[in-house]
């Protein structure tokens, strides 16, 4: 069994920066791992993935050049630095464990999920 538990969220102002973590229990290793948001009443929305070695990311356009997506395997904790952020991130983030070693878009491609941690932004 995994046990994935979000932390950092918070109120914040446009411009400022959160850093959200997420601390896995159970097997992570040779998985990746990713973050998604989602605002109520609309989809699940990706935002970033990291590989199980760190070596590669991926990240929603929406998000890039602003968010960094990092792990370290030996707190077995993955991260969300959080910079820029406007209003339209607000939304609830959720970290998750990815059935592969290598990260995806797909929400459809992550088994384990965290319970969520809210973000918001004010204007």
């Known amino acids: 069994q995994v046990q994935l538990v979000e932390s950092g969220g918070g109120l914040v102002q446009a411009g400022g920066s959160l850093r959200l973590s997420c601390a896995a229990s159970g097997r992570i290793s040779s998985r990746s791992l990713g973050w998604f948001r989602q605002v109520p009443g609309k ?3 990706f935002v970033a993935a990291i590989s199980w070695g760190g070596g590669r990311s991926v990240y929603s356009e929406s998000v890039k050049g602003r968010f960094t997506i990092s792990r370290d ?18 939304a609830v983030y959720y970290c998750a464990r990815g059935t592969s070693a290598s ?6 491609e992550y088994d384990y999920w965290g319970q969520g941690t809210q973000v918001t932004v004010s204007s």
């Open 43 to 45: 989809e699940r929305e």
């Open 73 to 90: 395997n030996a707190k077995n904790t993955v991260y969300l630095q959080m910079n820029s952020l406007k209003p339209e991130d607000t």
């Open 103 to 108: 990260g995806s878009s797909r929400s459809g």
